[in-house]
């Protein structure tokens, strides 16, 4: 069992939107592993980076995005900074994974006063700058597929990334 596709990109990049609508379009089920932690933790991202630190967050985060990996097969996104963890990126490199690229103004047009997202303490142009910068090359070296989205809407991109992922994934239309 494998994931249909597993979304990377940072904050912004749009992968909980596009997912939900790559996973309706494709008749499958949709997951956010930021969601699941929090599921499993008992509480937001926010308060386990701040109660626990960033070190807790990421073994959870490890260990979320491995059993997903094994036991979803449908449209995975993942958090931001799971593709840091050379575990995970080893667990990535058979699966289908799509780069949601974004560039730095419209990541933090959609990302606004980044509210819930531990990482944007402070100036939050230049710490999404910093995120980019650090991240970009990563998310590049596990995609298989790559899809910018600027400028673009959430169906739009999912429409991208459902004709790149291939047409055998796609539900029935004909069914009641």
Same mark, same amino acid.
């Given at each position: 069992?494998?994931?249909?596709? =597993?979304?990377?990109? @940072?904050?912004?990049?749009?992968?909980? $939107?596009?997912?939900?609508?790559?996973?309706?379009?494709?008749?499958?089920?949709?997951?956010?592993?930021?969601?699941?932690?929090?599921?499993?933790?008992?509480?937001? =991202?926010?308060?386990?980076? =701040?109660?626990?630190?960033?070190?807790?967050?990421?073994?959870?985060?490890?260990? $979320?995005?491995?059993?997903?990996? @094994?036991?979803?097969?449908?449209?995975?996104? &993942?958090?931001?900074?799971?593709?840091?963890?050379?575990? $995970?990126?080893?667990? &990535?490199?058979?699966?289908?994974?799509?780069?949601?690229?974004?560039?730095?103004?419209?990541?933090?047009?959609?990302?606004?006063?980044?509210?819930?997202?531990?990482?944007?303490?402070?100036?939050?142009?230049?710490? =999404?700058?910093?995120?980019?910068?650090?991240? $970009?090359?990563?998310?590049?070296?596990?995609?298989?597929? @790559?899809?910018?989205?600027?400028?673009?809407?959430?169906?739009?991109?999912?429409?991208?990334?459902?004709?790149?992922?291939?047409?055998?994934?796609?539900?029935?239309?004909?069914?009641?």
């Amino acid at each position: 069992m494998r994931p249909v596709a =597993v979304l990377v990109g @940072t904050m912004g990049a749009g992968k909980s $939107t596009v997912g939900e609508l790559l996973a309706t379009t494709l008749g499958v089920a949709f997951l956010d592993s930021d969601q699941l932690i929090e599921e499993r933790a008992g509480k937001s =991202v926010q308060d386990i980076f =701040v109660e626990d630190g960033e070190a807790t967050f990421r073994a959870l985060e490890r260990e $979320t995005v491995a059993h997903a990996l @094994t036991h979803h097969d449908g449209v995975l996104s &993942l958090g931001g900074g799971a593709v840091l963890d050379p575990a $995970t990126q080893a667990l &990535l490199a058979p699966h289908q994974v799509v780069f949601l690229r974004v560039g730095l103004a419209d990541a933090v047009k959609r990302v606004g006063l980044g509210v819930g997202r531990p990482l944007l303490l402070g100036n939050i142009r230049s710490r =999404v700058k910093q995120l980019l910068d650090e991240r $970009t090359p990563v998310y590049q070296g596990l995609a298989r597929i @790559t899809v910018d989205t600027d400028g673009r809407t959430p169906e739009d991109v999912a429409a991208e990334v459902v004709e790149r992922i291939g047409a055998q994934h796609r539900a029935p239309k004909d069914q009641p």
